[in-house]
């Protein structure tokens, strides 16, 4: 089996020990001087993709993101976690949020750059969870797709994974090239060491507007975001001293 | 009095009343809310025990009542008020101590500092960052992630560091990277009468100084009796490139034992080297469904480069052969290594599972290497005499070990038993030249014992440094001294 060249999807997001609030004007949140990382699944498929070039399966690790100049640190993370070489596929800040439609349309012209046999993608990002970026791709490339992966194995011309759905496990055996997308228990991501954060420094990143990758100017985004709020706030509890006085205040709400 | 309050206070051997209580003054409350707003004062009965007690098995103790500080402005106010009328503070983080440090037992304010928690000065460079009392040692890794750092003092529980700074707590990793003591580089301390101190100076983290008395070494492990801790900054370590971990069985405890001191006296640079005896190597085993021979175990893990791990690998496994233990089966894999050391932090849990609805008391004793082969094996010796369950386990690389004795506190018999065993410990280590706590502290169980270790003398240095910091003992009074 030749090894392969896999494509690693990755996405810049708000780190999920900070507690969100939103900003200003509702329509988004506040993101200035918070805690970003890289999304924890598609560390997971990024690990997986390393242990597959560690493994002799893959012969090369590409990352990729699509987003602001800011994504770069995700990509030198990544780098130094194990991939060979990363690609931002840049858009200027201030614009609209990238949803999954977005990112597929720019993931699958990158695809057709790369050639790579494996694509694989954390399921869902931890900011929108959309689950949905590795569908649209697959259906985009009509590429076979393997989503919620929680064990991965390559065979000839093939990949064998195992399914984490709702009623069980399901396993599937996809034709190459594939679109993955990674679940929790696919693996658990190594830690990056300071010399490999200095190796890091060194590998190739590469920085591709996306307008120059679609070859057009891109297509305005079809969501609008009208309004974000947080939950009401919790009201404390009241302490009724019997059950006649508990039966008043139920009445006295209207529920009763 | 029930036979658990009668344990209680026998374990403090009660010279002055140390369960002495004086109600809060009028107003009192109106004016803790008047600092920190009313949402942030309680004194409902189910959160002032919440706060009265840590995972020890000492009595609960509930303080009068619970307030939140968010900022150490307010830790100021809330202690120069307790200070002006007198009443006795406790601080509190994650309430996850063995020794009772936190139950408030002569009444008082508890000061849950948990919602400051604001990680700052990180520097990368420098290898040092500032946390509040509200981060946990995992949430501070979790937040290194992705920077080449860790902070490796690892005590099992995921405690608060403040609250780790103050135990002066230890664990698995401190026979290569230390305890708390020699990573805290600095704390920014409230004294009991509100006033705010650095002991390293405001600001200030370098990696080694000789400015003055080492006031950061004096708060650290001072157990709250001293004044809050509201922030620590803390030297980080390099995560390491290359690490793996085993389990090895062994046919006699002695052996285990040998086998740790060889290890060490190779100089083998060993990250983790735990001890499990035969008892607590079933428990854990049944607890955590991990595959563990039931005999006297030892867990290992190594940290080094990859080349320098073989190497590592290749010196334990001769020792190891040389003690007669099992071959050793090396764990890389991050999930496999977490694994096993998820089930070693369980010991507790898995020692009082062995006995349910039993209650456990864990001793802490800590020798020099060379006496830990005797102290050890007559440990087991007299534990099996008493006809007591005690599974031990232990950081055996800094000669420190636990032995969780379950027992039944309604059995006076039984209790009797166990608090002699302890006893006969502590003693047995003060005079193998150790001390009666490693790294849990001394807490509400030890201050006998404390006596005993440091003699007359050291002690009443010790009383002249509280009584000159904390004049009224207010402070977390009935801890320590």
Not at chain 2, 402 to 415: G, K, M, N, S, Y
Request: hydrophobic share 40%.
């Amino acid at each position: 089996m030749a090894p392969l060249k896999v494509l690693v999807g990755v996405k810049r997001v708000i780190d999920f020990a900070v507690k969100v609030r939103v900003a200003p004007g509702g329509q988004g949140v506040q993101e200035q001087g918070v805690k970003h990382s890289l999304n924890p699944f598609c560390e997971i498929a990024l690990e997986e993709a390393v242990r597959l070039r560690e493994k002799g399966d893959a012969a090369e690790v590409v990352v990729a993101s699509v987003g602001t100049r800011q994504s770069q640190e995700v990509l030198r993370t990544a780098l130094a976690l194990g991939a060979d070489r990363a690609v931002l596929v840049e858009v200027p800040p201030g614009g609209p949020a990238l949803g999954p439609r977005e990112v597929a349309a720019a993931l699958s012209r990158l695809v057709a750059r790369e050639s790579p046999h494996l694509v694989l993608l954390g399921k869902q990002a931890i900011d929108d969870d959309c689950n949905q970026t590795g569908q649209l791709l697959a259906a985009a490339l009509d590429w076979a797709q393997g989503t919620f992966v929680s064990r991965l194995a390559l065979e000839a011309g093939a990949v064998r994974v195992q399914r984490e759905l709702d009623g069980g496990l399901e396993t599937l055996r996809l034709r190459l090239p594939a679109v993955l997308s990674a679940d929790l228990r696919l693996n658990q991501p190594r830690y990056a060491s300071l010399p490999s954060i200095m190796k890091a420094k060194k590998k190739p990143l590469e920085l591709l507007p996306l307008p120059e990758l679609l070859g057009c100017p891109p297509a305005p985004p079809r969501l609008r975001v009208l309004r974000l709020e947080e939950p009401p706030g919790r009201q404390g509890g009241q302490r009724v001293e019997n059950v006649a006085a508990l039966l008043e205040r139920l009445a006295a709400a209207g529920r009763i | 009095m029930s036979m658990r309050r009668v344990l209680g206070l026998r374990w403090a051997l009660g010279r002055r009343s140390c369960c002495s209580k004086s109600p809060l003054p009028p107003d009192f409350v109106e004016d803790l809310r008047a600092v920190v707003g009313a949402p942030n004062v309680s004194t409902a009965m189910a959160v002032r025990q919440q706060h009265g007690h840590d995972e020890s098995m000492h009595v609960c103790a509930p303080p009068d009542a619970v307030v939140w500080p968010h900022a150490v402005g307010q830790v100021q106010e809330l202690a120069a008020l307790c200070y002006r009328y007198r009443v006795p503070m406790v601080p509190f983080g994650t309430g996850t101590g063995l020794e009772g440090g936190v139950n408030a037992v002569q009444g008082g304010v508890c000061f849950d500092l948990s919602r400051m928690d604001a990680i700052a000065e990180l520097s990368l460079e420098d290898f040092s960052v500032s946390v509040e009392p509200g981060v946990t040692r995992k949430a501070l890794n979790s937040y290194l992630r992705g920077t080449g750092l860790w902070f490796p003092v690892d005590p099992g529980a995921d405690a608060s560091l403040c609250g780790m700074a103050a135990t002066g707590a230890s664990g698995t990793n401190a026979v290569r990277y230390g305890t708390m003591r020699p990573n805290v580089l600095n704390l920014r301390v409230v004294l009991p009468d509100g006033r705010l101190l650095h002991t390293a100076g405001a600001g200030r983290q370098p990696r080694k100084r000789a400015a003055g008395y080492d006031l950061t070494s004096l708060f650290v492990g001072s157990e709250g009796t001293l004044g809050f801790l509201t922030q620590a900054t803390l030297r980080l370590h390099p995560l390491p490139e290359a690490s793996a971990a085993a389990a090895t069985a062994f046919p006699t405890v002695q052996a285990a034992v040998n086998c740790t001191v060889q290890v060490l006296q190779a100089a083998v640079p060993v990250a983790r080297i735990e001890f499990l005896d035969e008892v607590m190597a079933g428990a854990c085993s049944s607890f955590s469904s991990v595959e563990l021979p039931v005999a006297p175990t030892l867990l290992l893990e190594l940290h080094s480069s990859r080349h320098g791990l073989a190497e590592q690998q290749q010196q334990t496994e001769e020792i190891v052969q040389l003690n007669g233990g099992s071959s050793l089966t090396w764990a890389e894999d991050l999930g496999e290594r977490e694994r096993l050391w998820a089930m070693r932090h369980c010991a507790w849990y898995a020692a009082l599972a062995l006995r349910p609805g039993c209650q456990g008391y864990c001793t802490d004793v800590c020798v020099p290497i060379s006496r830990l082969p005797d102290v050890v094996v007559e440990t087991k010796r007299d534990l099996q005499d008493s006809g007591l369950t005690g599974p031990m386990v232990g950081h055996v690389g800094d000669g420190n070990f636990h032995c969780i004795l379950i027992f039944d506190t309604q059995d006076a018999d039984e209790a009797q038993r166990v608090h002699a065993f302890t006893e006969r410990l502590g003693r047995r280590a003060l005079a193998a030249g150790g001390t009666c706590t490693g790294e849990h502290g001394v807490g509400l169980g030890k201050r006998a014992l404390l006596l005993e270790e440091l003699g007359q003398e050291g002690l009443d240095t010790l009383r002249c440094i509280k009584a000159a910091l904390d004049p009224h003992n207010l402070m977390n009074p009935g801890k320590v001294l």
